[in-house]
C-alpha cells in the first residue's frame, strides 16, 4: 500500500446488516453462514468473575487482531461481544424466567466474529502481543474457531437485560407457530455498552436456531 492511501474499512455490521440490524418490532428469519470466532466457554452468572474475566480477555486479542490486519493493508470494525447461553439440561422456561439458581447454573459461550481474512498465525502473533502488553487472565483459554449457526430467528430487544423474557417468549412462539422446532442455544448480541448505556436504551439482538 503506498503511503497515504486511504484503506476501506470493513465493518460486518454494515455489510452484513440483515443479521445486526433486526427490527425491534417484528421477528425476522436469518440463514447466519459460517465464519471465524475467537470464543471462550464457562460457566456460571454473567455477573460473575469468569464471564467478566473472558470479556475483558476477548477485547484486547480482538483489537491486537485489528491492528495487525490494519498494519496489512486490511482495516475493519471490532464486532460486538456475543455469548450463547444453555443449560445441561435445558428447563422448559428457556430463559424467560430466571432464578439465581438458573444463572448459577448457565453455560455459556463467549465469543467475537472475525473477518474471513484473518488467520490462526495472525491470532497467535496478536496473542504474543497482547500478553506482552496486557496478559489478560483468559487470554490463554481463547480459541480461534469456525461456527456455522444457520436458519435463527432473530429481533431487537430494547431495554434490560432482565427484562428480555417476553421477547424470548414471543421468540419461541414465532418458531413453533411455524412448525419449527427450537434447536442450537439461545444467542445474545450485545450492541450497546452497559458501562455507557442506560438500562432502558441497551440494545441486544436475541436469536434463536431453529430447524425446519
Known amino acids: 500500500m503506498n503511503k497515504g492511501e486511504i484503506m476501506a474499512n470493513l465493518d ?16 425476522s428469519e436469518v440463514d447466519v453462514p459460517a465464519a471465524h470466532y475467537l470464543m471462550i466457554d464457562g460457566a456460571g452468572d454473567p455477573r460473575s468473575r469468569p464471564y ?5 480477555s476477548l477485547y484486547p486479542l480482538a483489537y491486537g487482531i485489528r491492528a495487525i490486519c490494519k ?35 448457565f453455560q455459556w459461550r463467549a465469543m467475537i466474529v472475525q473477518p474471513d481474512f484473518v488467520t490462526t498465525e495472525m491470532v497467535e502473533t496478536a496473542r504474543e502481543l497482547v500478553r506482552e502488553k496486557k496478559n489478560p487472565p483468559q487470554l490463554d483459554a481463547i480459541r480461534f474457531e469456525r461456527f456455522e ?17 417476553p421477547t424470548i417468549q414471543s421468540l419461541h412462539e414465532h418458531i413453533t407457530t411455524q412448525g419449527y422446532a427450537l434447536a442450537g442455544k ?3 448480541i450485545y450492541l450497546s455498552d452497559p458501562s455507557r448505556v442506560a438500562p432502558e436504551k441497551l440494545k441486544t439482538i436475541i436469536r434463536q436456531p431453529f430447524a425446519r
Open 149 to 165: 449457526e444457520g436458519p435463527c430467528a432473530q429481533i431487537m430487544h430494547i431495554g434490560p437485560y432482565s427484562a428480555e423474557g
Open 12 to 27: 460486518m455490521k454494515k455489510t452484513h446488516k440483515h443479521l445486526y440490524a433486526p427490527s425491534a418490532k417484528q421477528i
Open 52 to 56: 467478566q474475566e473472558a470479556v475483558q
Open 186 to 188: 439461545h444467542h445474545e
Open 71 to 105: 498494519t496489512n493493508g486490511q482495516q475493519f470494525t471490532v464486532m460486538p461481544l456475543e455469548s450463547l447461553w444453555w443449560w445441561e439440561e435445558m428447563p422448559d422456561q428457556v430463559l424467560a424466567h430466571l432464578s439465581q439458581d438458573d444463572r448459577d447454573s
